[in-house]
């Protein structure tokens, strides 16, 4: 299985110079843990995450509304191109202990896979596996 068979496409992204405020409202919309920082449209910058935002901005007393999401953004971000197989992927994510791995594709940024699609992704693999091995026993 590859890694653009289990990322999420709909990325929520944010611009480059957006305020964090403007970052977690959009967070909140979307429901989701993090949101990608892009300039130019697509150009991959960094991420934020929610856990940025506690300890970067609410533990700091910064106001959120005039804090940029440049500044508290990690920018060092690891990606993995959309062949990369799950198990390469799991052992990228193991290996820089992150939770979400960015997904591109010739440069371009085409998703992200997070722990929780990972898991989901096993989740199937174990009912596909079960549902094979209930059937063999009923033929036995």
Known sequence: MLTRQVMQKNLVTAQYHSSVQEAAEKMRRHNVGSIII?????????????????LKVAAESKDPRSTCVCDIMSSDLITAEAD???????????????????????????GI?????????????????MTLEEAALKGL
């Open 84 to 110: 990369t197989d799950i198990d390469s992927a799991v052992r990228i994510m193991n290996r820089a202990k992150i939770m979400r791995l960015p997904i591109t594709e010739n440069g371009k940024l085409v």
């Open 38 to 54: 892009v300039e130019d449209g697509q150009k991959l910058k960094g991420m934020v995450t929610d856990r940025d935002i506690a």
């Open 113 to 129: 896979l997070s722990l929780a699609d990972l898991a989901a992704a096993m989740k199937d693999q174990v009912d596909q596996f």
